[in-house]
């Protein structure tokens, strides 16, 4: 069992940046893959970013491109989600998620078996 405990999320301005933290203790961190989605109010839960175990290797949805940014330091069994030029639309529950198959940057929601509570990103306008 991997639990994930987010943290970092917050209201901001437009144009603004936070960073999201995701800690999963335990001693096999760096064999994950991590993702983070986020659920806007009234929509489903969509894909954000991903990166492998090593951290060599990451993917982004087209929309956050150039503007977010994952790594990880498998020291502290933490990955983070570095939001900048934040936007309304960018408010969403963030999530982060874990993947055994730590080679993979899946955006699929199913690749993940372990999710975090979220935490409230709130961007105004």
């Known amino acids: 069992q991997v639990q994930l405990v987010e943290s970092g999320g917050g209201l901001v301005q437009t144009g603004g940046s936070l960073r999201l933290s995701c800690v999963a203790p335990g001693r096999t961190f760096s064999r994950y893959g991590m993702g983070w989605f986020r659920q806007a109010p009234g929509k489903g839960r969509e894909f954000v970013a991903a990166?492998?175990?090593?951290?060599?290797?990451?993917r982004y949805i087209d929309s956050v491109k150039g503007r977010f940014t994952i790594s990880r330091d498998n020291a502290k069994n933490t990955v983070f989600l570095q939001m900048n030029s934040l936007r309304p639309e960018d408010t969403a529950v963030y999530y982060c998620?874990?993947?055994?198959?730590?080679?993979?940057?899946?955006?699929?929601?199913?690749?993940?078996?372990?999710w975090g509570q979220g935490t409230q990103v709130t961007v105004s306008s």
């Open positions: 998620a874990a993947d055994s198959a730590g080679s993979l940057v899946s955006g699929s929601e199913s690749a993940y078996e372990y």
């Open positions: 990166i492998t175990g090593t951290g060599r290797s990451t």
